[in-house]
């Protein structure tokens, strides 16, 4: 038995799931019921179909409409079963529920630096290892974006970020990792994603960092991928986004890859 899905859906859209039962062997198969199971959010129609009776050799198919929830994004298992009162069979495949997001031109500021108080983070903000305002009605998943360092914690520089509560303090901190990625969904409303890139090494000379940075979807799908080349003296990055993207920075060069913090706004 075989089921054959699309490689996605959209939340709330519908998509055919086609199954297949073939006689195999030198029996002929009695008809057969026919179903597609689903989570509870979905909807499958028709319930069940009726196969005839299968020589050797030979095949049946069904078509059901399937419907994705509204409000669901992910990966899904479906089955279908073929079933009589004296076997069953059944096959089972993943359907990602998906909504492709939209991603701007990639904006690059090497003036603000540090100083990221009324240009950045209007809606949300965080910073490693010195708290988060969570962005109302955004969903920012930070917890793939490896351990946290501190260069100064009350540094001069301008490079180094204003502190999120305390108004003559800096600071120099990093998420670090081989790779650092976040997970951005904006939902249906476009917002601007912002990461502030400072290498805090790479100024004293000898550790200056280099990363890829990739904007991607659930699918894979590349939408912007860029090298930083080196950072040391900080710089913003920033893309106008609606819906749900993956931003991962990966090491080129360096002792690993970072990113001093992230803003919704």
Do not use: C
Request: proline share 5%; no cysteine.
């Amino acid at each position: 038995m075989t089921l054959e899905l699309p490689g996605n859906v959209k939340p709330g859209g519908t998509a055919t799931a086609t199954a297949t039962l073939r006689a195999i062997g030198s029996k002929t198969l009695s008809s057969t019921r026919l179903t597609l199971a689903a989570p509870a959010e979905w909807t499958v129609a028709p319930a069940a179909v009726r196969t005839p009776r299968l020589k050797p050799g030979e095949s049946a198919s069904a078509e059901f409409e399937l419907t994705a929830p509204r409000d669901r994004q992910g990966t899904d298992t479906i089955s279908a079963t073929a079933r009589t009162d004296d076997w069953q069979v059944s096959a089972r495949r993943e359907l990602l529920v998906f909504d492709a997001p939209e991603v701007g031109t990639r904006v690059r500021d090497d003036t603000t630096r540090g100083d990221w108080k009324g240009q950045y983070g209007a809606d949300g903000w965080e910073i490693p290892g010195f708290g988060r305002t969570s962005p109302k009605g955004v969903v920012l998943d930070t917890s793939q974006a490896g351990d946290t360092w501190t260069w100064d914690g009350n540094s001069t520089e301008a490079r180094a970020l204003q502190h999120p509560t305390e108004a003559t303090r800096r600071i120099l901190p990093s998420w670090f990792g081989d790779t650092v990625t976040f997970t951005v969904d904006t939902g249906a409303t476009a917002r601007r994603v912002a990461l502030y890139l400072v290498d805090g090494d790479g100024v004293a000379g000898g550790y200056p960092r280099d990363e890829d940075v990739t904007v991607s979807d659930a699918t894979g799908r590349v939408y912007d991928t860029f090298r930083t080349g080196r950072f040391d003296q900080g710089f913003w990055v920033s893309w106008s986004v609606k819906g749900r993207v993956t931003i991962a920075l990966k090491k080129v060069a360096g002792a690993n890859a970072g990113a001093s913090g992230i803003f919704i706004g």
